[in-house]
């Protein structure tokens, strides 16, 4: 591994702000004899730094409100305000759920649906709430083992419950939960270490310091839950959300307030029981009442016990015929009150004290062919666990966010970095070894990772130290000096640019158009996706039913994610399957990427709302609805020759489809429904291409 220094190391290995300016990337490729980009314009700033931290576009009257704004602190008003957001937390939650191989199926090959929705809801408002990533870190690997710990910890650690689960019948429930427990060790030290310890489940390490008995070690750690691929995926922990209990709570007020009424006593009362009763005691042998009743009704009303008393009083109120409307409203609610039932989420839960499991070395990686005996621990070549502290997985997790720690915070703060500047400092994020490349600026590294421990783990306040640096506000465009000297720009030497992530593609569409759902949290939802007519290999069919409502445009992160069939659309821009940990996406250029988002039906529907929110709010000209248009989608107001080129394309399509109305109908109006009153076809059909071409324009999909 290249030597670090641990992150605590505040002197002298804390750089002070004059030299953390010294070594800023724009600093350092002047060094090298180029000549750092200028700052980039505000359209191109608020449109950047709005896509980075919420994944969505910024709205026009929010560009001009910045680009207006005057204040020497403009930009980091604007950036506030853009983490404020609770966008914000969507979007780096949907990065986190990636490391974390989130999905609501099992996997494998029967892939049934699993419920662990609460836990990616966790991640969104634990991001947006700004939980330390230090606490962060401890709940999901530990939460159920903390002091007091509560609900929302607790599913907190179905982090590591979203491993795969095989319940395709005849299969060894312990081999799979082997490969669950392997799965956290890898995914552990991958996630915040950036170690390729995989490779010790069956050997030395080849190149890194690690033996298989220390990655057994590891394994010990982890190799004490309860869970044990079970088809249920047991353990679980059964949680109602604040609007199920607002909901219970509503109605278990009316039925105590209707309870409280049925069994009121008064005159009234009294004396309908007595009519009741002398009209009975007439007919003692021949009605049908319960033996119990029968019985008091034969006793004189004067030498009744008070027990007897109150036995008659409640069962004739259970057949009154005055308070029959109450009793079948009290039937309704509680039935109502009954389907209140909470959500299941699986957990993490130690085994019981004297089950504990014995762990051994796995030979050659066979579970079946063990060999010796190990205890718990870390890695010799790090820091030990907490002496005093018992070996589990609390422990563990400390161990990871200690200050001690020299990977932790680096590993995390080159991830943000990748994520807002397009490549890390370690252009290797999930290889920090022998075999993983040296930071280009180490300098840099250390001095963001002691920062980030100094700032108490503060995410928000390291994207906005990233985000307002002059390295992250320069212009994108590229000189032919800098494409020929450092075509990648790992000197950093421009502004980044590159394709958006799948989800952004998807979401800013939906957003542009006006037809994004805000709505957040839930059940995740099916979107329209091609009918393929295939089934699994051993569960049910790959197509599904599009969701309704809102639930049809909610963002792409609510995407139900089967991991046999990932959304079609979203793959074909490097979404992953999510079987295993994705530390970093790839990015790709594929013919298939255009046909998706030039002829996929939430494309077209996306170009058909954009086209009737253009005739409805871009003005009365069609150079003021081409102006309006092309800054929905960009941000900046197009130049003259942009404007020229799409007055051009509208007229001729305008002309296209004056000549074929039925055409001009269908594009208007498949799928998306039925033209507003008082609106024209053709003319909408028209301005559906101008939409379709806007929304596949490189600029769109460009984070510039």
């Not at 959500?343 to 839960?349: D, F, G, K, L």
Request: net charge positive; charged share 25%.
């Amino acid at each position: 591994m290249w030597p670090v220094k641990t992150a605590t190391t505040r002197s002298p290995w804390r750089i002070t702000p004059c030299a953390a300016s010294f070594f800023t990337p724009a600093t350092l490729a002047a060094l090298a004899g180029l000549q750092p980009a200028p700052e980039a314009d505000r359209y191109a700033l608020a449109r950047r730094v709005t896509l980075d931290l919420t994944g969505l576009p910024p709205t026009i009257a929010t560009v001009d409100t910045f680009v207006n704004d005057k204040r020497p602190d403009a930009y980091e008003r604007f950036v506030d305000s853009v983490l404020a957001s609770p966008a914000y937390g969507e979007r780096w939650a949907t990065v986190w759920l990636d490391l974390a191989r989130y999905a609501d199926s099992n996997g494998y090959a029967t892939d049934n649906p699993r419920t662990i929705w609460r836990y990616r809801d966790w991640v969104i408002d634990a991001i947006n709430n700004n939980l330390p990533f230090d606490r962060f870190t401890v709940e999901q690997i530990a939460g159920d083992l903390l002091p007091g710990q509560t609900e929302s910890q607790i599913i907190a650690t179905a982090f590591h419950r979203n491993t795969l689960t095989n319940d395709e019948g005849g299969t060894d429930d312990e081999e799979f939960r082997v490969a669950a427990v392997v799965d956290r060790v890898n995914t552990t030290l991958q996630v915040w270490m950036g170690m390729t310890i995989a490779c010790a489940q069956c050997h030395d390490h080849k190149y890194d310091p690690f033996s298989q008995e220390e990655y057994f070690k590891v394994y010990a750690i982890f190799n004490q839950t309860e869970d044990a691929d079970r088809s249920d995926n047991s353990p679980l922990l059964t949680m109602i959300s604040p609007e199920e209990q607002k909901q219970k709570a509503k109605l278990e007020g009316e039925i105590a307030g209707l309870q409280k009424r049925l069994n009121q006593s008064g005159p009234d009362f009294e004396a309908a029981l007595k009519r009741w009763e002398y009209l009975y005691q007439k007919r003692l042998n021949t009605d049908k009442l319960p033996p119990k009743i029968k019985a008091i009704l034969a006793v004189e009303r004067d030498q009744r016990k008070d027990a007897e008393k109150a036995e008659l009083a409640k069962y004739y109120r259970s057949i009154a015929p005055e308070l029959k409307p109450a009793r079948d409203r009290v039937a309704v609610l509680q039935k109502q009150l009954a389907q209140v039932k909470g959500i299941a989420t699986p957990i993490m839960r130690e085994l019981a004290e004297g089950k504990q499991r014995k762990t051994k070395i796995h030979i050659r990686g066979n579970f079946l062919d063990q060999g010796k005996e190990v205890s718990p621990g870390a890695p010799a070549v790090f820091h030990p666990l907490q002496k005093g502290s018992p070996p589990n997985r609390l422990t563990l997790a400390r161990w990871l966010v200690d200050p001690a720690n020299p990977l932790t915070a680096r590993v995390t703060v080159n991830r943000y970095w990748e994520q807002v500047l397009g490549a890390g400092l370690v252009e290797t994020p999930d290889d920090y070894g022998i075999r993983g490349k040296l930071p280009t600026h180490p300098a840099l590294l250390d001095w963001l990772a002691t920062e980030f421990v100094a700032r108490k783990w503060d995410v928000k306040e390291l994207l906005k130290l990233l985000v307002t640096s002059a390295t992250y506000r320069q212009s994108s465009r590229v000189t032919p000096d800098l494409a020929e000297r450092d075509p990648d720009n790992r000197l950093f030497a421009r502004g980044p640019r590159y394709r958006a992530p799948a989800e952004v593609v998807r979401d800013q569409a939906l957003f542009v158009s006006g037809l994004l759902s805000p709505k957040m949290h839930g059940p995740p939802v099916r979107p329209p996706q091609p009918k393929l007519n295939l089934t699994a290999a051993f569960g049910g069919g790959t197509d599904w039913t599009t969701s309704g409502g809102e639930d049809k445009y909610r963002r792409a992160m609510y995407t139900q994610w089967r991991r046999t069939t990932p959304y079609p659309s979203m793959t074909a821009f490097d979404a992953p399957s999510r079987n295993v940990c994705t530390v970093s996406r790839p990015r790709t250029n594929t013919p298939l990427q255009a046909l998706v988002t030039l002829n996929d039906p939430v494309y077209v529907e996306a170009a058909q709302a954009l086209a009737r929110r253009v005739v409805k709010e871009g003005g009365a000209t069609t150079e003021a609805r081409v102006s309006y248009a092309f800054r929905l989608c960009l941000a900046r107001p197009p130049s003259d020759a942009e404007t020229r080129r799409l007055l051009d394309l509208y007229e001729r399509a305008r002309t296209k489809y004056a000549a074929a109305p039925k055409d001009a109908q269908q594009l208007a109006t498949d799928p998306l429904g039925p033209l507003p009153p008082g609106t024209n076809a053709v003319e909408l059909a028209a301005w559906t291409v101008v939409g379709n071409v806007l929304l596949n324009l490189d600029e769109t999909f460009a984070r510039r």
